[in-house]
């Protein structure tokens, strides 16, 4: 059986790893996954492939390219060239881009950090990060009551993008309950042949 050339570095419990495995498993592509800790990420090889030892990182062949929603963009060019996930259209491609900015800025800071809070001891101002989180949940649910993806009429990497954090948020102590259209599109994505789930985090344990 042939290798697969294309190699994630990542998590399994990271969001960001999930959004580049999710979008290989959703185009249908072979892979293989190294999981890398942070010992692996400190390590001289790992460095060479992303100098800022930041994961999630996707090899393939001679290519190498570091930063989740930068390996979405590869990947849909490279895999996907119909434009389907990455639409060609520039109103639709501003909006894939917006996306993709608010699943780096405020998903980030808001759902995906009171995640780290939680489970992995992280430290933030909470009460900025549920304000952050709030904000960006109200918006995203509003903008989903009137639309079933969030930046075009099918699904694209916008939505693989901004999917692992915002299903997760209730590992972080963040409700999805007052938000029935933000739960109705995360059944959409997880209908999506090929979709694969990140597995759930543990519960910490009480001191």
Known sequence: MTEPTLTLHG???????????????LLGLPYRFVESGADVRASAPFRQLNPLGQI???????VVVADSNAILVYLARRYAPAGEWLPDAPDLAAQVQRWLSVAAGEVRYGPAL??????????????AVEETA???LGFMEGHLGERAYLAAAHPTIADVACYAYVAHAPEGGVSLEPYPAIRAWLRRIEALPGFVPMPASPVPEAA
């Open 134 to 136: 709030a904000r960006i």
């Open 114 to 127: 009171a995640r780290l809070m939680a489970l992995f001891g992280a430290q933030a101002d909470r009460a």
């Open 56 to 62: 999630p990182v996707l090899v393939d062949g001679d």
């Open 11 to 25: 998590l399994r419990l990271s969001g960001h790893s999930h959004r580049a495995e999710l979008f290989l498993s």
